[in-house]
């Protein structure tokens, strides 16, 4: 996936999320809405820097190390947000 898929993908999850935790009709709606939008925001960010570090710095063996690991978290934090909404929707 590319850096500007990955950030049109953010970008649009996170202005869903808000948009339903703006129109939330409850508190623990609302709240969800908002944890969900900031999820993708945090996300957003991080792909972010992570291509600005991998710009400037992405060709010291140390530097990439740091990079797949921070990636590798990255892909943890999706999985773990996927199996969230698999289980929700178990209900």
Known sequence: MTLESELELC???????????LEAKDL??????LERAFFWLELHSAFIALNAVEQLQGKDPKVRNKLLIAKTTLSKKLADYANEVLNELKL
């Open 11 to 21: 970008a649009y999850h996170y202005k869903k999320w808000k948009q339903k935790a």
């Open 28 to 33: 623990p709606e609302g709240k969800k809405a």
